[in-house]
T-cell receptor
Framework: EAGVTQFPSHSVIEKGQTVTLRCDPI?????LYWYRRVMGKEIKFLLH????????ESGMPNNRFLAERTGGTYSTLKVQPAELEDSGVYFC?????????????FGSGTRLTVV | DQQVKQNSPSLSVQEGRISILNCDYT??????FLWYKKYPAEGPTFLIS?????DKNEDGRFTVFLNKSAKHLSLHIVPSQPGDSAVYFC????????????FGKGTKLSVKP
């Protein structure tokens, strides 16, 4: 089966601009997660979708971040306006319902650089 | 404040020897622990996990040990191979966390031929 696909793989934008990251989960995976790793730090949870519903968005840093999952398929994460501290690698992961954390499959990530 | 700590940013080991990666946690509510392996430009890949009702789980060359009283877990790789060179992340979760994994900062393992 195809893996979790994220694009773009890299994005360089100026402070104040808008960027939209996309994640295509594995087909049939109801759970979709967004995580972020700032350089040299831990990978941090952002939010969790179950199908199209936000199950947990406790990790979203502030209201400049907006995540959607239209029709329970792909998901987008929009940062508007971007700030320097938003730079990092954004990972998406998906899993089937009931598989537990071992069933997570991560995408390769989007490296976002805000200059 | 970090709830999952990997205090060694890097570790270098000779091929064929044992690699021991350590992880400490502070939240006593964590009841499930995982190790992920990450190569450059790729996402983390699940390696092995352990539930808090166990103190050891083994899968081939990989063994995870859990010491609940010390809030410490370790990953042993025996024998180490050059292909094991990667960043290893320790992660933890608690029942009811709805899929929110708490990760450490990672340890970069280099296995030298």
């Amino acid at each position: 089966e195809a893996g979790v696909t994220q694009f773009p793989s890299h994005s360089v934008i100026e402070k104040g601009q808008t960027v939209t990251l996309r994640c295509d989960p594995i087909s049939g995976h109801d759970n979709l997660y967004w995580y972020r790793r700032v350089m040299g730090k831990e990978i941090k949870f952002l939010l969790h979708f179950v199908k199209e519903s936000k199950q947990d968005e406790s990790g979203m840093p502030n209201n400049r971040f907006l995540a959607e999952r239209t029709g329970g398929t792909y998901s987008t994460l929009k940062v508007q306006p971007a700030e320097l501290e938003d730079s990092g690698v954004y990972f998406c992961a998906s899993s089937r319902a009931g598989t537990g954390f071992g069933g997570y499959t991560f995408g390769s990530g989007t490296r976002l650089t805000v200059v | 404040d970090q709830q999952v700590k990997q205090n060694s940013p890097s570790l270098s080991v000779q091929e064929g020897r044992i690699s021991i990666l350590n992880c400490d946690y502070t939240n006593s509510m964590f009841d499930y622990f995982l190790w992920y392996k990450k190569y450059p430009a790729e996402g983390p890949t699940f390696l092995i996990s352990i539930s808090s009702i166990k103190d050891k789980n083994e899968d081939g060359r990989f063994t995870v040990f859990l010491n609940k009283s010390a809030k410490h877990l370790s990953l042993h790789i025996v024998p180490s191979q050059p292909g094991d060179s990667a960043v290893y992340f320790c992660a933890a979760s608690e029942t009811g966390s709805q899929g929110n994994l708490i990760f450490g900062k990672g340890t970069k393992l280099s296995v030298k031929p």
